[in-house]
């Protein structure tokens, strides 16, 4: 039995690909698949172990149960194996993945009733053990199988030699091609959020917080062409949405523009995929401006992602990290936006040699150029360089209240009040602005009131910690939780800004009550009208209290659901201002006439948002977003590519 469980709670599950590829490779294996049978058991984030244990023991016991260990929930799966251990003595309990490789006096210690420990890739060194259990081994006499850790029979820990890394990884299975992981629910229907593929593995990077799937500074391998096309024509044909690649670097290599091209002569074929994610390579190459050229021409989406993690050199010296000149990054955002493509950046807050002062005058400098910027706390994770450097760096770290991650409370250049403060700042800069409810006023406050984006969100931080309205409270009690890595916490506050009318009205009575009054009178009605317009294109959703009907919103027309399209419509929508023409305008750098000027436009809205929005996945959320189209146009222009 193959066990994982994804980290947020939301309607549909995360694709369990780690337990698809060893059960593939056991499958594949003629003497092993005669006499094993290998279950995949997937979790959402959120399930109770009560909830896992029934689900994993109601039936019949497996003799090797192995679970695919992350941070956030190697704790259940430690309590899970000792359930396991009472009702299957003789069992083995195999723990797997980034979190646990090469830490096994910890997890022995902290997990009795962990028999083994895989360190490195699993593929090969899992089907070596469950074949090492069918010939009848003791678990305590693995010493012939090489990448892992295991118990001796005294109980300390023994760990074999390395396992050198897969070279060719088409010796792997596809779990899809061969059916090891279920696709489709009895209707048909795809059963996960998004569709996940690897198209190579390895980083050449060595970052200080980065344990990249163990292959750091390591040279890239890469899965066969014919094997990725044949994956992807399976989705296309399956309608799935978005395929987002596992790689550290997409768009580095010659064979990334292959994938690009292969999947836009795909969705020419079906109509799907219609969006394309994945961790972009951090410098930039022609090969990356090709793709990005290749997939605006084909209406194929995505979140270019500037993964710059500071602007400060001294955190980027103990990163171990170039980025690029600052001149080549701004260059780089105003191309993506010549092109009309989607662009976030990255920053991670709490870094050794970042301050408060330095990461605020960063991450305003950012907000020139591209507005949705995720900002991560430094958290240690094991194996890396601030993890096994912490007197280095004068590191004070504290283990979450629900996870396993280290979080950074103190170091030589941050103080805990530093922190505490910066911890307030995160949370509503990744809940409004990361996640876009906010969007389009960013720009329109700082050119035309003076407001950085930091300001913006430090004054709706305020308003919530003292405005005594009642739609204040769920937003002030989720950033108290927030503090410490509580990422539930911002789950809870994205979906109440989305999918809650309360939500919406508290964005309401901020703006009127901290805002609106502080914006010079003359532009005083335009900047209210783009607030207005932000709140018009946010991603229609359910309420909670509503089944699937979308939330109404008595200042907006109700959204007309067209099935058909899988879309909803806001019709005959009135704005003050021509906003879908000045602000791509403002966003080009010309000057704009923001005299009043009547427009009606209609909005379409992809269906299916709830889902990323209750994950908080921002590249996905941002799918969502409303379409503007003048009323004049209705009959004229189709926005199904658009949208």
Not at 251 to 256: K, L, N, S, T, V
Not at 278 to 299: D, G, L, P, Q
């Given at each position: ?14 694709m369990p ?32 172990q ?37 009702l ?10 980034t ?27 899992f ?37 050198p ?5 088409d ?16 209707n ?25 799937g163990g ?7 890469a899965?066969?062409?014919s094997?990725?096309r ?20 997409f ?6 523009l ?13 109509g799907?995929?219609?969006?394309f ?28 992602t ?18 690029m ?5 701004q ?11 989607d ?36 958290m ?12 280095v ?6 283990r ?60 709706l931080?305020?308003?919530a ?5 009642p ?13 410490g890595g ?13 999918t ?24 005083r009605?335009?900047?209210?009208e ?40 806001r ?16 966003r080009a ?9 009547p ?45």
């Open positions: 039995m193959l066990v994982q469980q994804g980290v947020w709670d939301m309607p549909l599950e995360s690909l780690a337990s698809g590829y060893l059960k593939a490779m056991i499958l594949d294996d003629s003497e092993l698949s005669a006499q094993t049978r290998v279950d995949i058991v997937n979790f959402r984030g959120g399930v109770t009560g909830e896992m244990a029934r689900r994993l023991f109601s039936g019949q016991l497996p003799d090797v149960l192995a679970f695919s260990v992350l941070g956030w929930n190697v704790r259940a799966f430690g309590a899970l194996a000792e359930t396991f251990k009472q299957n003595p003789e069992g083995w309990v195999v723990f797997g993945g979190h646990v490789t090469q830490q096994a006096e910890r997890v022995f210690r902290e997990n009795p009733a962990v028999d083994v420990i895989v360190n490195g890739e699993g593929e090969i060194t089907r070596e053990l469950v074949r090492a259990h069918v010939n009848g081994c003791d678990r305590t006499a693995l010493a012939d199988v090489e990448g892992i850790s295991y118990r001796s029979p005294s109980g300390t820990p023994v760990t074999t030699a390395d396992r890394r897969i070279e060719d990884l010796i792997i299975p596809s779990p899809f091609l061969t059916g090891a992981i279920d696709l489709v629910d009895e048909g229907v795809f059963l996960y959020d998004v569709a996940l593929v690897e198209t190579n593995r390895g980083c050449p990077y060595k970052c200080a917080f980065c344990y990249w292959a750091v500074g390591q040279r890239v391998r899965f066969s062409r094997r990725l044949a994956e992807l024509e399976l989705f296309a044909e399956l309608k799935v949405h978005t395929v987002v690649a596992c790689d550290a670097n768009g580095m290599m010659p064979i990334d292959e994938l690009v091209e292969d999947l836009i002569d795909i969705k020419e074929k079906h799907f995929p219609r969006a994610e994945t961790s972009w390579a951090k410098n930039k190459s022609t090969v990356f401006y090709e793709i990005v050229h290749r997939m605006k021409e084909a209406e194929l989406r995505s979140s270019f500037l993964a710059l993690q500071s602007l400060n050199p001294d955190a980027l010296d103990t990163m171990n990290r170039r980025n000149k600052v001149n080549a990054w260059d780089l955002v105003q191309w993506l936006g010549t092109e009309g493509m662009c976030y950046a990255e920053l991670i807050w709490g870094a050794p040699g970042e301050t408060v002062d330095s990461f605020i005058a960063g991450y305003d400098e950012l907000a020139r150029h591209v507005s949705r910027i995720a900002v991560y706390p430094i240690l994770l094991p194996n890396t360089d601030y993890s096994d450097q912490k007197e760096h004068g590191i004070i770290a504290l979450g209240d629900h996870d396993d991650f280290e979080y950074v409370l103190a170091h030589r250049t941050m103080s805990f009040a530093d922190n505490a403060h910066m911890q307030r700042f995160l949370f509503w800069a990744r809940v409004v602005a990361e996640n876009a409810v906010l969007r389009h006023c960013w720009l329109p406050l700082r050119e035309f009131a003076g407001w950085q984006q930091s300001q913006v969100l430090g004054s931080a305020d308003w910690d003292t405005s005594p309205r739609e204040a409270v769920p937003l002030r009690e989720a950033a108290a939780r927030a503090h509580g990422a539930p916490a911002y789950a809870t506050a994205i979906g109440y800004l989305f809650s009318p309360a939500g919406r009205s508290a964005l309401r009575h901020w703006w009127a009550e901290a805002v609106s009054p502080q914006l010079p009178p003359e532009y009605a335009f900047l209210g783009v607030f207005r317009y932000d709140l018009l294109t946010q991603p229609v959703c359910p309420a909670a209290d509503t089944g699937s009907r979308p939330a109404a919103d008595p200042f907006f027309p109700d959204a007309e659901e067209l099935p058909d399209q899988d879309l909803y419509v019709r005959g929508v009135m704005l003050g201002f021509d906003l879908p023409s000045l602000l791509p305008e403002l750098g010309r000057q704009v006439d923001v005299s009043p000027a427009t009606e436009v209609d909005v379409h809205y992809r269906r299916g948002a709830l889902n990323a929005v209750l994950s908080t996945n921002h590249e996905e959320i941002v799918h969502f977003m409303g379409v503007p189209q003048y009323a004049r146009q209705r009959d004229q222009v189709s926005l199904s590519g658009s949208v």
